[in-house]
């Protein structure tokens, strides 16, 4: 039981680089979300998806991408890193249909130096 | 725009207390309500999920209740131990949102032996 499965755990970036942080779950969940948690805080939602081919901002989406091209992967694309961008990402997937909960995977913790 | 207030933001109590923490949120239209635990370092783990049509939850020691019309949960955590000591966050969620989540800041427990 996989569930909702994230890489790199770790990552350290300098200012200017990119990368893409994976997120896949083996749910069959039609919606799938990505938060970034700063110290001491809550969650902020980046962006989510409500199914294959559709994508839309969440709440604190700049400096961001997200694609998804499947049901089961949600990928998040940080371009032109900022330390403003350090957090910890967590990907997060739901059932469509009824009232259901949300499954976190383990989190990728990003530092930009 | 949803806000959820979690007080307090911390907590520290001796080993074998009954707590309640406190989860409270503007927007009563809500579709659920859900209790995590993250423990340092880690991802959420699920611990309740209340329905909108529901007034409480029960797992083991942990009991949540959900007053939607005053906008407000709590969740009671009987005969603490030291391993309840993690940070403790909820989450309110909408349908009509594509199931996105709001979260508090949490409240950080210590159960001491």
């Known amino acids: 039981n996989a569930g909702v499965t994230q890489t790199p755990k770790f990552r350290i970036l300098k200012i200017g680089q990119s990368m893409t942080l994976q997120c896949t779950q083996d749910?069959?969940?039609?919606?799938m979300y990505w938060y970034r948690q700063d110290p001491g805080m809550g969650l902020k939602l980046i962006y989510y998806?409500?199914?294959?081919?559709?994508?839309d901002k969440g709440e604190v989406p700049n400096g961001y991408n997200v694609s998804r091209s499947t049901t089961e992967d949600f990928p998040l694309r940080l371009e032109l890193a900022a330390p403003s961008q350090t957090s910890v990402y967590f990907c997060?997937?739901?059932?469509?249909?009824?009232?259901?909960?949300?499954?976190f995977g383990q989190g990728t913790r990003l530092t930009v130096v | 725009k949803q806000e959820v207030t979690q007080i307090p933001a911390a907590l520290s109590v001796p080993e074998g207390e009954n707590l309640v923490l406190n989860c409270s949120f503007t927007?009563?239209?809500?579709?659920?309500l859900q209790w995590f635990r993250q423990d340092p370092g880690k991802g959420l783990t699920s611990l309740l999920l209340?329905?909108?049509?529901?007034r409480e939850q029960t797992s083991g020691r942990l009991n949540a209740s959900l007053d939607k019309s005053s906008g407000r949960s709590t969740l009671y955590i009987a005969a603490s131990q030291p391993g309840d000591s993690a940070t403790y966050l909820c989450?309110?969620?909408?349908?009509?949102?594509?199931?996105?989540?709001?979260f508090g800041d949490g409240t950080t427990l210590t159960v001491k032996p």
């Open positions: 997060a997937s739901r059932q469509r249909t009824g009232n259901t909960e949300a499954f």
């Open positions: 749910m069959n969940h039609n919606y």
């Open positions: 998806s409500v199914g294959a081919g559709i994508t």
């Open positions: 927007d009563s239209a809500i579709y659920n």
């Open positions: 209340i329905q909108s049509s529901q």
């Open positions: 989450a309110v969620s909408k349908e009509t949102n594509a199931g996105k989540s709001t």
